[in-house]
């Protein structure tokens, strides 16, 4: 938790940049999270394409330097990807460690950096979406206030 009930109330421009800080790293996360599984259902078609290819092709060869030349291109650029969006969201995770520094409450950044910090490094970019998520709609549901209660008419016309 970032920030609770009372310091949203004191400090809602601190939250409101946090809101958005977040809501720029969970669309990375979300983002990074579709690369790898896109990039998995590629790797998947493409080796049944070359299961394929290798039992009806002429020239084994031409098939094998098919096969490394793709596998090559795909996981240069998947890397290029995750690096990337992996830095940009590393990059948007320490501006919210500035916001909080600059609201004298970086001690509630720690435990989310750590976390962002070693998803970032295994690529669990699901979890880390998960993570900064639930960081969201924390703070929004401490931002938004409450709803009046709408009056029930009373039974006795008043």
């Known amino acids: 938790m970032l920030m609770d009930k009372s310091e949203v109330q004191k400090r809602p421009d601190v939250a409101k940049r946090l ?44 098939w094998a330097t098919m096969k490394k030349r793709i596998a090559d291109e795909l996981e240069d650029s998947y890397f290029v990807l995750l690096k990337t969006f992996g830095d940009y969201l590393m990059a948007t995770i320490r501006d919210i460690r500035g916001i909080l520094a600059k609201a004298n409450m970086q001690y509630r950044a720690g435990e989310l950096i750590d976390k962002a910090e070693r998803a970032i490094k295994a690529q669990h970019w699901k979890q880390l979406h998960d993570t900064l998520n639930d960081e969201l709609w924390d703070l929004l549901s401490k931002l938004t206030p409450p709803r009046p209660k709408r009056q029930q008419p009373s039974p006795f016309g008043r």
């Open 19 to 62: 809101v958005s800080k977040l809501l720029e790293a969970t669309k990375h996360a979300n983002f990074l999270w579709s690369i790898v599984q896109t990039t998995n259902e590629m790797v998947e078609r493409l080796s049944k394409a070359f299961e394929w290819g290798n039992a009806t092709a002429p020239s084994k060869n031409w």
